[in-house]
């Protein structure tokens, strides 16, 4: 009797074998019979994790040719290194670069109001900022800002970002920054008393953050209305900082003003 394979489908109807490519954290694919496109997080045996632009995960099995790759059918493998997944995005939500160095400081630079301010972006944005070159410094306050524009002499490879709070129509801050007239320098602001209001209540165990009676300190009217210690707001907030991990954990009045500035300094 003569043996047959089991495969009888000619060679030339047989699909050609997908390239194979290894599931390294970052690499941005697409499923097919589902249409979702993301950046590999996680890859474990059988299995890859991908997440879209938007934040959203799914788990997809690794199965021969399941996936594309710039428009091309691959194969995705299990990374042979064992070493453990680096996080494939910043905090900010920037696909991370890792191993990059930082680049050799912009003369352009991007103003906060305060050392809060400064140590907010910095957690959030402070890989961005450092792979762009770009500096981040704090003013204690925006009444003499136009003088600090004056003296800074902003120009067209030496942009100024300024991030200017309570930034609301008619107040003093909104009268401040219309002041500023220079087309190499952008002041934008959110709509929050303090830097402290972006953080999401929810980052930081609250339903809300209480309002202030006008005339009252800000910081001071906060803790004691929430039962903090309202004698050392400065520990407080490094509490509160503690509370962010990511972009996710602040308001879109803040994040967007934010990339609004850092395209602003680092735009060619």
Known sequence: MRQYSADLTPPWKKPK??????AE?????EEPGTGFCGAVIRCEAGTVTLEDRFGKHRVFPLEPRGFLLEGRVVTLVRPASAAPSRPSR????????????ARV????RIYVEGRHDAELVEKVWGDDLRIEGVVVEYLEGVDDLPSIVADFAPGPDARLGVLVDHLLPGTKEWRIARSVTSEHALVVGHPYIDIWEAVKPAAVGIGAWP?????QDWKTGVCRALGWPSDNTGAVWQAVLARVGS???LEPELLGRVEELIDFVTAP
């Open 17 to 22: 074998p997908a390239p194979e490519v290894a």
């Open 25 to 29: 954290p970052g690499l941005v694919v």
């Open 90 to 101: 910043t905090a900010s939500g920037s696909v991370a670069v890792p191993g990059a160095r």
């Open 105 to 108: 400081a912009r003369a352009g």
């Open 211 to 215: 309002r202030v009676p006008h005339g």
């Open 247 to 249: 972009y996710k954990d």
